[in-house]
């Protein structure tokens, strides 16, 4: 073969790699050099011939083989992100041009074998040269941003991994509160926009009540909403979104309308209600683009004025899910001073801008078609704000019927919206709120998210939203919270567990739940729900594998350790042993302040105490509760706000031992049976501090290594 046909076929296995189709001949010999440079390494002439081949034949096979060939030249066993620096170091174009064309070919072969294992180690090596390819190719190079937000969102897709987790009510479990103003403890206020309701029968917690803040005044606005749509019908809360017409050329006005924000906050505290007021929202993508020091001024301006006028109300900061190019939503964030709630729009669609022909890498690069997952759009937002505000997905919809195309695309919307009222209160408890837009503003819009576009459509978001996670009118904490499984208790009878299987790019996943008795449970809809009765079961230790499969093949597994003891089982992600390692809790303890010797012991990274002993130390604060036996029903009975009664035993050293044996006794708080890690040690039970903290709402801390039990604070979770 020819120098020229050589160079010849590697350019168009670049060029069919890359978007920078107008690159030419001439220009690509230019920035490879001479045969000298290409053939530093011992340029492999054969197999860049073969690779050439195997895509001109479109042969995803030989595409592979080829490609791994040229792989396992170039790079070998070295780390690629590495490999690539070491190339840009060297001005080694031609490697990174031909590496670019060769991993990136080879991602996209093994994903249509459907091999995602491969694919995504194939898409972790090409990142680094996509990146070094842009930034030694000046033709096409700012096409390439597009083909780096492929490989990411790709990675993120295929990069799944199985989690399990246990519905827990009236128990710890992966709850989220940061004590924000109008923040509910527990679960997810909700509803819809005003007179657009889906007609559940459950009273939703609250309604969305749009305002224009130029033109219209919040005490006409929510005259209508109260009196012609019901708006404070049994309901908790008012999303009032009080928008900025003008945009970024309205910001400045704001500053000038302190008596129109007084009179607004004044009226607002007069109202049964709690009011979420989410003021300029979406400021990422106004067509007036907003000045951050403006808009920051102004978001700022009318938080003060509702946080001096209206203790019913808190300010949401909210921003649209993705932001202008030149943008990032958070160089407009205001401040935790002034934000109470951080907001999202949040819109899930099928084709982007209606077109129907969109191809893979557009799919992965814009978050739609099979890539479509609202869940990383609030991992970011959570990552960035969920430890210090709630968050609250402000508006938002799942594309139901396209316009575009005059097709009901329900059944690729299903799986998403359940990714989003499942999910998202399982995996980021921080989420408090959430909206759905169901409504229609302009006529020609190419996506519609009306829920009555489909009747399965409504009857899948009530049924959703009927879960008491979603609070209803007059709530203001849910008992269902999510525990994953690491360790979880739960009654026996009815042992309800939800797998987290992010394979979304795959259709018919299912999940098996499979007990080492023969046991078997196999779901196939989000979040593959499974309830399971042990109750009948004998006391000993189990255990449990969880599988998702699709199309005949395994995609994750994982075993867990379930150990039954009477009315409860405990799980764990590992077998459970027969006994535990203990020793005496050698961490100093204060109660209220003053610092108190108790016979504790350390288990497996939790302190265990006697329950008797905090009965004991609690006694007469308000946080005190009486211990009492039921012979009738062999209970333990926990009885708050009445006095203790103490025994000779009580704050006395135990017999002692270095092994707990885990235990399960009826345990009973006022009625109600409960459930509590509890291990026997040398005679005596010992109950897990934190347990007793959850249950008793007595506060539990650790800070400067001093174990902190305080009764005149609430319990806060880890």
């Known amino acids: 073969m020819t120098m020229v ?16 189709a107008t690159l030419a001949t001439a220009a690509f010999a230019a920035k490879i050099g001479d045969v000298a440079q290409m053939t530093k390494e011992g340029w492999p002439w054969a197999d860049s011939e073969a690779f050439s081949d195997a ?90 941003d597009f083909a780096i937000a492929e490989i990411n969102n790709k990675i993120q897709a295929y990069d799944a991994e199985l989690e399990v987790y246990a519905e827990v009510y009236g128990a ?62 049994g309901r908790e809360v008012i999303e009032l979104a009080w928008n900025l017409t003008g945009e970024g050329k309205a910001l400045k006005g704001v500053l000038n309308e302190r008596a129109k924000i007084t009179e607004a906050a004044q009226y607002l505290a007069t109202l049964d ?42 300010m949401v900061w909210s921003v649209n899910y993705m932001s202008h190019i030149e943008a990032k939503y958070e160089d407009y964030y205001p401040g935790d001073a002034y934000v109470d709630w951080v907001g999202v729009s949040l819109y899930t669609v099928k084709y982007r801008a209606g077109d129907k022909n969109q191809s893979d890498s557009a799919q992965a690069i814009y978050g739609t078609g099979k890539f479509a997952n609202p869940l990383l759009w ?120 939800d797998t987290y299987a992010p394979y979304f790019t795959l259709d018919g996943v299912t999940v098996t739940y499979k007990l080492n008795d023969g046991t078997v449970k196999t779901v196939s809809a989000i979040p593959y729900r499974a309830t399971l009765d042990l109750s009948g079961k004998a006391d000993g230790s189990y255990t449990l594998t969880v599988t998702a ?9 994982k075993t867990y350790g379930v150990r039954k003891l009477g009315d409860f089982v405990t ?3 590992s077998n459970l042993p027969a006994k535990v390692a203990a020793k005496p809790t050698a961490t100093k303890v204060t109660v209220d302040g003053i610092e108190t010797a108790f016979d504790a012991y350390y288990i497996g990274g939790n302190n265990y105490f006697k329950l008797r002993d905090i009965a004991y130390v609690l006694n007469g604060t308000p946080k005190q509760f009486e211990i009492g036996y039921d012979e009738k029903t062999k209970a333990i009975t926990l009885t708050t706000g009445i006095p203790y009664t103490p025994e000779d035993t009580d704050m006395k050293k135990g017999s002692g031992g270095t092994q707990g044996t885990p235990t399960s006794s009826k345990i009973y708080l006022n009625g109600e049976q409960i459930a509590l890690t509890v291990y026997t040690i040398g005679g005596s039970n010992y109950f897990k501090l934190r347990d007793l903290g959850r249950v008793i709402d007595f506060g539990v801390e650790l800070k400067n290594k001093v174990i902190w039990i305080e009764s005149d604070k609430g319990y806060t979770p880890e």
């Open 378 to 497: 609030i991992q970011k937002l959570v990552s960035l704000y969920g430890a210090k505000k709630p968050i609250i997905i402000a508006e938002g919809g799942v594309e139901i019927y396209s316009n575009s195309n005059k097709e009901d695309v329900f059944a690729w919307a299903d799986a998403r919206m359940r990714m989003t009222y499942e999910y998202i209160p399982i995996l980021y408890p921080q989420v408090k709120g959430m909206f759905y837009f169901n409504t229609i503003i302009d006529p020609n819009a190419k996506h519609d998210f009306r829920l009555d576009k489909s009747p399965a459509a409504v009857k899948l978001y009530n049924g959703l939203t009927a879960s008491p996670y979603f609070l209803a009118g007059g709530e203001t904490e849910s008992a269902l919270t999510y525990a994953k499984l690491g360790s979880a208790i739960l009654p026996a009878k009815a042992a309800t567990l």
């Open 549 to 557: 499969s699709a199309g005949g093949k395994t995609l994750g597994s």
């Open 172 to 233: 710890e479990g992966g709850g989220s509160y940061t004590g924000s103003r109008l923040e509910p403890r527990s679960g997810a206020y909700y509803g819809e926009v005003e007179g657009h309701e889906s007609g559940a029968a459950k009273t939703s917690s609250g309604m969305i009540v749009y305002v224009e803040f130029e033109t219209e005044s919040v005490r006409d606005r929510m005259g209508y909403a109260m009196n012609s749509n019901g708006a404070l019908d």
């Open 5 to 20: 046909r050589m160079l010849r076929k590697l350019l168009c296995a670049a060029l069919a790699l890359t978007l920078a």
């Open 273 to 314: 209600a709690k009011f979420l007021v989410r003021f300029g929202a979406e400021m990422n993508i106004w067509t007036n683009k907003a000045d951050a020091a403006e808009y920051i001024a102004a978001f700022r301006f009318v938080a003060d004025i509702v946080h001096a006028n209206a203790p019913n109300a808190a």
């Open 571 to 573: 799980l764990s992600n």
């Open 55 to 144: 895509l001109a034949a479109k042969d995803d096979a030989a595409i592979i083989r080829t490609s791994e060939k040229l792989y396992a030249h170039f790079i070998g066993t070295a780390d690629p992100a590495a490999k690539a620096k070491q190339y840009v170091a060297g001005d080694d174009t031609a490697q990174i041009n031909h590496l670019w064309a060769v991993l990136k070919n080879l991602f996209q072969a093994y994903e249509r074998t459907g091999d995602t294992a491969n694919a995504l180690r194939i898409l972790r090596a090409a990142l680094p040269f996509a990146e070094a390819y842009k930034a030694t190719v000046a033709i096409g190079s700012a096409d390439m």
